[in-house]
């Protein structure tokens, strides 16, 4: 096999992983979505009845404490699911990130948040209980810090490194303002805790279209 072919078949590979994680990164946002709507319409008076306080303090069982409920299960699959395809959605986009450095820590930090949510998987411990934290109630809460920390920090390293390539600059403004509309929402109270996910998840699925826009040029 010469040069030119073994060039060539990298590049097809490449081709591959690119249009792989963009389609996941396409069903990501939007599995994990519906799935949080149905179980919280399904699930309304178990959550209400564990703690959940939906305007008060939204984010001290939800959406976490779903996963504990009578269809507790789909939302451990959403968690695990939805983490891998944000894996594959930061293979995608470390394929296409601008040389140069730090290129690479932006699409990284996005795996390991998509490792840590895969890893949400693990149930939290309920607001009411009664005895000590779990192992894998901890885990949890681990894997949820790290996803936060992760995800904030991917979306201003990936702004640096995609507003060097011309045909992301329009949605390296969109990421930097979405890092700070995020960072912003996640330290306030009460429903700011829903408008940070929807924000983060309408970044994810913006960002998996031009993702597959640019792999069909």
Known sequence: MGARDLGAMT??????????????????????GVVLMVLTAVQYDFMIGIGWRPLEDPAGAWPSGLALGPYGWAQV????????????????????????????????????????????????????????RTLHGLVHDLAFALFVLCLLSSLFFLWRSLRRDAPWQGHARY?????????????????????FIAVVLAWMEVTAIQLWRLSRG
């Open 11 to 32: 590049g097809t590979k490449q081709h591959i992983t690119i249009r792989v994680g963009a389609f996941a990164g396409t069903v990501g946002p939007v599995l994990f």
């Open 77 to 132: 699959l959403n968690f695990v699911i939805s983490g891998l395809l944000l894996m594959l959605l930061a293979v995608g986009l470390h394929c296409t990130a601008a040389s140069g450095h730090g290129s690479r820590i932006g699409p990284i930090l996005l795996f390991v948040a998509g490792g840590a949510m895969a890893l949400m998987g693990f149930n939290t411990d309920p607001i009411l209980r009664e005895g000590p």
């Open 175 to 195: 990421t930097l303002a979405t890092g700070v509309i995020a960072t912003l929402l996640i330290s306030l109270p009460g429903v700011a805790y829903y408008l």
